[in-house]
């Protein structure tokens, strides 16, 4: 019964700045990584960001210097700050997380359903 449910899309004019955020429930036992992707119309699915349980990070190289990534463990939570942003950027947001659910012995996979970020120029 995990779910994860996004916030943060909308319209913004270039060179503006969103916040994204990710929020975990459900029978969880253990969050390990987290992070977003991005789809945009015609193209695959792309890591935009990840971070670790231990806080090792990664970005995807179009958006480093300008997202930031971040977690709240005792909010089951991931959250993507994007500043900057460019026309490129619009894309369908999706958040991910490796979760262990309740009792279980082994940790799946889980998606949102997806958040619109358009950029205009």
């Known amino acids: 019964q995990v779910q994860l449910v996004e916030s943060g899309g909308g319209l913004v004019q270039a060179g503006g700045s969103l916040r994204l955020s990710c929020a975990a429930s459900?029978?969880?036992?253990?969050?390990?990584?987290m992070g977003w992707y991005r789809q945009a119309p015609g193209k695959q699915r792309e890591l935009v960001a990840e971070?670790?349980?231990?806080?090792?990070?990664r970005y995807a190289d179009s958006v480093k210097g300008r997202f930031t990534i971040s977690r709240d463990n005792a909010k089951s939570t991931v959250a993507l700050q994007m500043n900057s942003l460019k026309p490129e950027d619009t894309a369908v947001y999706y958040c991910k997380m490796i979760v262990r659910p309740g009792s279980a012995l082994h940790q799946y996979q889980y998606w949102g359903q997806g958040t619109q970020v358009t950029v205009s120029s």
């Open positions: 459900g029978s969880i036992f253990s969050i390990n990584d």
């Open positions: 971070i670790t349980s231990g806080g090792s990070i």
